[in-house]
């Protein structure tokens, strides 16, 4: 990756006019209804999918339920992840509510997940801040790759081949990661996240195990915790990975930061229902409290936007922007698969 030194103090004032141009296209305005609608039809499919489990029975169909839900888990963490945003309500306390109990309804840590995505927001892509490329398992850059030991410098060496099979015990995870937040008791609201994730634990294998026998019951979990996990990390990774990386130091005001390190993801409707508006990367960076469905309009100002300031403004298929993930992970870890020149 080349290195970007655009100086900060010579475009200050570049995302005031954007600001300006979105404000008076109303884009900044909420979108109940359109949660309300959203939020009906995932808790009445969610809703659905346990009564076509509890039908079933005792079934290997049940493998099929086990993708829907893992569908549905997705839908639903889109839902946390615009409460934290504050893109449904304006107050903080009804877009708290509605994520705490997505967060309960899917086994995660609302409070753990806002600390750690807004420092995400904050830095995206930056080596030493942004928690997203900080993975033990992954390296980002050349620097990271040639800090790895043992094991983990084995994943990393032959990362890119990894990459989609390591995306399958994200969904594990993120529930580990969320009860680790728990028990290091620096949660704000501890003892109700705590409540969420142990009524989520025992509910979830209540079901499962009252209807299916161990073994299928086992599969199903696995089935169900695999493709949840690929689904978030296929969601998640196309927005980031592969763009600059920045480093301490770096001069980018906020406008190039954000535009520069993210990536967009054409579709179309069908992308933007999968995706949860995630494909709308950089206009959601740039203004993360805007509703998701204006996301879509904010990116023609945007993109336009940025074409007469001279700004690289990158989007491209949904299987394409896998090809640049793959090619930047593979690249990061060329020297580890450089034959050592003996001494």
Same mark, same amino acid.
């Given at each position: 990756?080349?290195?970007?030194?655009?100086?900060?103090?010579?475009?200050?004032?570049?995302?005031?006019?954007?600001?300006? $141009?979105?404000?008076?296209?109303?884009?900044?305005?909420?979108?109940?209804?359109?949660? !309300?609608? /959203?939020?009906?039809?995932?808790? *009445?499919?969610?809703?659905?999918?346990?009564?076509?489990?509890?039908? $079933?029975?005792?079934?290997?169909?049940?493998?099929?339920?086990?993708?829907?839900?893992?569908?549905?888990?997705?839908?639903?963490?889109? @839902?946390?992840?615009?409460?934290?945003? #504050?893109?449904?309500?304006?107050? /903080?306390?009804?877009?708290?509510?509605?994520?705490?109990?997505?967060?309960? $309804?899917?086994?995660?840590?609302?409070?753990?997940? @806002?600390? *750690?995505?807004?420092?995400?927001?904050?830095?995206?892509?930056?080596?030493?801040?942004?928690?997203?490329?900080?993975?033990? +398992?992954?390296?980002?850059?050349?620097?990271?790759?040639?800090?790895?030991?043992?094991?983990?410098?084995?994943?990393? #060496?032959?990362?890119?081949?990894?990459?989609?099979?390591?995306?399958?015990?994200? &969904?594990?995870?993120?529930?580990?990661?969320?009860?680790?937040?728990? $028990?290091?008791?620096?949660?704000?609201?501890?003892?109700?996240?705590?409540?969420?994730?142990?009524?989520?634990?025992?509910?979830?294998?209540?079901?499962?195990?009252?209807?299916?026998?161990?073994?299928?019951? @086992?599969?199903?979990?696995?089935?169900?915790?695999?493709?949840?996990?690929?689904?978030?990390?296929?969601?998640? +990774?196309?927005?980031?990975?592969?763009?600059?990386?920045?480093?301490?130091?770096?001069?980018?005001?906020?406008?190039?930061?954000?535009?520069?390190?993210?990536?967009?993801?054409? &579709?179309?409707?069908?992308?933007?229902?999968?995706? &949860?508006?995630?494909?709308?990367? @950089?206009?959601?960076?740039?203004?993360?409290?805007? !509703?998701?469905?204006?996301? #879509?309009? +904010?990116?023609?100002?945007?993109?336009?936007?940025? !074409?007469?300031?001279?700004?690289?403004?990158?989007?491209?298929?949904? +299987? /394409?922007?896998?090809?640049?993930?793959?090619?930047?992970?593979?690249?990061?870890?060329?020297?580890?698969? #450089?034959?050592?020149?003996? !001494?």
């Amino acid at each position: 990756m080349t290195s970007l030194q655009t100086p900060e103090t010579s475009h200050g004032s570049d995302f005031a006019e954007l600001s300006r $141009l979105i404000k008076d296209a109303g884009l900044l305005r909420r979108r109940r209804r359109y949660y !309300a609608i /959203r939020i009906g039809l995932n808790l *009445t499919a969610f809703g659905g999918g346990w009564v076509a489990f509890a039908y $079933l029975g005792d079934s290997w169909w049940q493998l099929f339920l086990a993708a829907f839900f893992a569908m549905m888990f997705g839908q639903l963490s889109f @839902i946390g992840h615009d409460a934290g945003h #504050k893109q449904i309500f304006r107050g /903080r306390r009804a877009n708290d509510l509605t994520g705490f109990v997505h967060g309960g $309804l899917t086994g995660l840590s609302y409070g753990w997940w @806002i600390g *750690t995505h807004a420092r995400h927001h904050a830095n995206p892509n930056h080596e030493d801040e942004d928690p997203d490329v900080d993975i033990a +398992a992954l390296a980002f850059s050349k620097a990271q790759s040639s800090r790895k030991r043992g094991f983990l410098r084995w994943v990393a #060496k032959y990362q890119a081949f990894l990459f989609f099979p390591l995306l399958l015990l994200e &969904g594990l995870n993120l529930h580990v990661s969320s009860v680790k937040a728990v $028990l290091r008791k620096d949660l704000r609201r501890r003892k109700l996240e705590s409540a969420l994730l142990l009524a989520h634990l025992v509910a979830y294998l209540a079901a499962v195990f009252i209807v299916l026998s161990p073994l299928t019951g @086992i599969i199903f979990i696995l089935a169900h915790q695999f493709l949840w996990g690929l689904y978030m990390g296929c969601s998640f +990774a196309p927005n980031h990975k592969g763009m600059e990386m920045l480093a301490t130091g770096h001069r980018l005001d906020f406008l190039r930061k954000q535009v520069l390190t993210s990536r967009n993801i054409r &579709g179309g409707r069908i992308v933007d229902f999968a995706l &949860g508006g995630l494909n709308y990367q @950089i206009e959601h960076h740039l203004f993360p409290s805007m !509703a998701r469905p204006n996301l #879509k309009h +904010a990116q023609v100002i945007v993109s336009e936007f940025c !074409a007469r300031r001279g700004i690289s403004y990158a989007q491209c298929g949904w +299987a /394409r922007s896998y090809g640049y993930v793959l090619q930047h992970l593979h690249e990061a870890s060329e020297q580890l698969r #450089k034959p050592r020149v003996a !001494a």
